[in-house]
């Protein structure tokens, strides 16, 4: 990889034209769709993700926003007019959006193929070129973008870089980039925001948290069972947006507990098993051993579940209630098949735990009371939130991001091109001297003051 040739600025062609952009979107649509099934064997080899979890969070949506990218660029790139003082009303003003320059992309592994082709094809939509760091445990899928993308874009466009979040923290020493977009951990988030603070570097910021789920007494305690369990199933828990913890009526508590063992019934017909089908893996065994520890050291009590098989990369979904708040799976992020379940009295007391815990991505409210969930609504922060659902703010048209803790910034659709972009203003203003404002220059003593 050479930096050296994304060095848009020194470019002549910077930013990349309209019609060069469409261009190289529809390479990225193109390397997609050709290489579907290369794609899907990398996924399932990384996560063991079943074929209908990688169509349904790593190749529809990818597809769906390169096409909705390459409908609407011309739209959601032209200059648009601004309102003007008095003193402009014969100027023409208008704000347009101009490319950062280059763009470093930083993915994590839990979803790997997406959390890059999103945002780099908001960046080439945006007239940027582009750096993509795949993430390193994520081999399969790591190689697939070092073979592939050369094949589709020249190495003024986009380049690949390889290795670890060490190797990634030398790079951002040794060269600058115009903008980062990471993806991560909160530490990492952490490390990379005050490297780019260093040279004043624009950063976007993905970050990993805790979602809570209220599962109130009003709610349907079996459809809220299912999609709660079906939310920490899916990639195995491994989603900045997986309900991390329920906080549970205490009336419905143990119905609720009872149907988290039934959903599981109903999908794989009992606890999955290291041969069971449609149930993914760890990504690595490293951080298998990870949640094995959490399970070791829990102070809750077992409901069901967990086996760990480290080599496998393999966790059974695991269930947990009577979890203390100082609780070794309430202080860090799960990331995994693991549910602790609390039980709170009322709404207003749940509402109190959400509020002394770090602003999350997403939170879940499960009440059929639509008070509930517009006090929820009302006295909560985060990303997004949903009533009745889980995890599904990724499977919207909505724009996507964090607050706080759980990131900076925001992206998808139109949002994309405005986070690789900056505003700046443009001033058309005629020769002609009687458009000229006199009263500017001095001596200014005109009786009557400028009007806005």
Not at 162 to 179: A, H, N, Q, V
Request: proline share 6%.
């Amino acid at each position: 990889m050479d930096p050296k040739v994304l060095n848009s600025r020194t470019r002549q062609n910077w930013p990349i034209p309209s019609e060069m952009r469409k261009i190289h979107l529809q390479s990225l649509l193109d390397f997609v769709t050709e290489k579907e099934e290369k794609i899907m064997e990398a996924l399932e080899t990384d996560l063991g993700k079943p074929p209908f979890e990688i169509l349904a969070s790593e190749i529809l949506c990818v597809k769906y926003e390169i096409k909705q990218l390459l409908k609407n660029l011309k739209s959601w790139t032209r200059p648009r007019p601004m309102p003007k003082y008095r003193i402009f009303h014969r100027d023409k003003c208008t704000e347009e959006l101009l490319a950062f320059g280059t763009v470093l992309i930083i993915s994590s592994w839990s979803s790997p193929f997406q959390n890059i082709m999103i945002p780099l094809a908001g960046a080439i939509a945006a007239g940027n070129c582009v750096i993509i760091k795949p993430a390193e445990l994520a081999t399969a899928t790591n190689q697939l973008f070092v073979e592939q993308i050369p094949k589709y874009f020249g190495r003024s466009v986009c380049q690949v870089l390889t290795g670890t979040l060490e190797e990634t923290k030398d790079f951002l020493r040794e060269y600058s980039c115009d903008f980062i977009y990471f993806t991560g951990a909160s530490n990492d988030g952490i490390y990379i925001a005050r490297e780019a603070a260093k040279t004043l570097t624009p950063v976007f910021l993905n970050l990993y948290g805790k979602c809570p789920v209220y599962v109130d007494s009003s709610a349907d305690i079996t459809l809220a069972a299912m999609r709660v369990m079906w939310g920490k199933i899916f990639n195995c828990g491994q989603m900045s947006v997986a309900p991390d913890y329920v906080l549970c009526h205490a009336d419905v508590q143990p119905k609720f507990l009872k149907e988290c063992r039934n959903a599981l019934e109903f999908f794989f017909g009992g606890l999955p098993k290291i041969d069971t089908k449609n149930y993914g893996r760890i990504i690595s065994m490293e951080h298998t051993e990870r949640l094995k520890e959490m399970i070791f050291k829990t102070e809750g009590k077992l409901v069901l579940g967990g086996y760990v098989h480290v080599p496998a990369k393999f966790v059974q979904p695991t269930v947990f209630c009577d979890v203390p708040e100082y609780d070794i799976l309430m202080q860090f992020e799960i990331f995994g098949p693991i549910l602790p379940v609390i039980t709170v009295n009322s709404s207003e007391e749940a509402l109190e735990y959400v509020s002394n815990q770090k602003k999350p991505q997403a939170v879940y409210v499960f009440s059929s009371k639509k008070g509930v969930f517009r006090t929820w609504k009302k006295h909560t922060e985060s990303d997004g939130i949903i009533q009745n659902d889980v995890v599904m703010l990724k499977g919207t048209k909505t724009t996507f991001g964090g607050v706080e803790a759980s990131g900076l910034g925001r992206y998808r659709g139109k949002s994309s091109i405005e986070l690789f972009s900056h505003r700046r203003g443009v001033i058309l203003r005629s020769m002609k001297d009687d458009t000229d404002c006199k009263m500017r220059y001095p001596p200014s003593h005109s009786a009557n003051p400028i009007q806005p």
